[in-house]
């Protein structure tokens, strides 16, 4: 089955940009969205297919998919950008979501 | 504004059936632009996939769970329903509802997603 990897957790300095990681095979070929969660909250949509923001997703989040590696970068990053964020591609028609990367603002 | 609800109960004994309802307001349920899924996330957990109810009526569901999985639509009450049998402690998760924008070359994404609610399986 497909699989999608992130590491676990990245931290950040406030203003400083970030990237997470997201791998699998070929996932170049496939759309990525992204997706925040916040502690207690529902997940939240920022990127969809690789690098489109959703109306009123701040510009500093961006996405790229290349080979087999695709990216979420947020740049100038604030304190209320701390939360978890998650990949997700579809393979054989069902979803598959990365573990989950933990963002630190520290 | 689209707004998504799930309710039903909170504590489900093992091996009874878990059902959960996602009621969708400010929006039709039945629409060939959109549809419809089931996430779940057990306590400190990432998000799991249980299933949708595709444009056409149709299902698909997460292998590892398309024994157990039942998705249905009922049109005249804007809802969606999720039905798991045979539960165990490992179903204990918060269970989300969400819709699903329908999208040319797989480019498929969520756009809304409910609250969550949580199910705890335990006798």
């Known amino acids: 089955s497909y699989e999608l990897t992130q590491p676990p957790s990245v931290s950040v300095s406030p203003g400083q940009t970030v990237s997470i990681t997201c791998s699998g095979d070929?996932?170049?070929?496939?759309?990525v969205s992204w997706h925040q969660q916040k502690p207690g909250q529902s997940p939240v949509l920022v990127i969809y297919?690789?690098?489109k923001r959703p109306s009123g997703i701040p510009e500093r989040f961006s996405g790229s998919n290349s080979g087999n590696i695709a990216t979420l970068t947020i740049s100038g990053t604030q304190a209320i950008d701390e939360a978890d964020y998650y990949c997700?591609?579809?393979?054989?028609?069902?979803?598959?979501f990365g573990g989950g990367t933990r963002v630190a603002v520290l | 504004q689209v707004q998504l609800q799930e309710s039903g109960p909170g504590l489900v004994k093992p091996s009874q059936t878990l059902s959960l309802t996602c009621t969708v307001s400010?929006?039709?349920?039945?629409?060939?632009?959109?549809?419809w899924s089931w996430i779940r996330q057990p306590a400190g957990g990432g998000l799991e996939w249980i299933g949708r109810?595709?444009?056409?009526?149709?299902?698909n569901y997460n292998p590892s769970l398309k024994s157990r999985v039942t998705i249905s639509v009922d049109t005249s009450k804007n809802q969606l329903s999720l039905k798991l049998s045979s539960v165990t402690a490992a179903d204990t998760a918060v269970y989300y509802c969400?819709?699903?924008?329908?999208?040319?070359?797989?480019?498929?994404?969520?756009?809304?997603w409910g609250q969550g609610t949580l199910v705890t399986v335990s006798s």
């Open positions: 969400a819709r699903v924008i329908a999208a040319a070359a797989w480019g498929d994404y969520f756009d809304y």
């Open positions: 400010g929006g039709s349920i039945n629409s060939g632009s959109y549809y």
């Open positions: 109810f595709y444009l056409s009526g149709s299902t």
């Open positions: 070929e996932v170049g070929n496939k759309y």
């Open positions: 297919q690789d690098t």
């Open positions: 997700q591609t579809w393979d054989s028609s069902t979803v598959i």
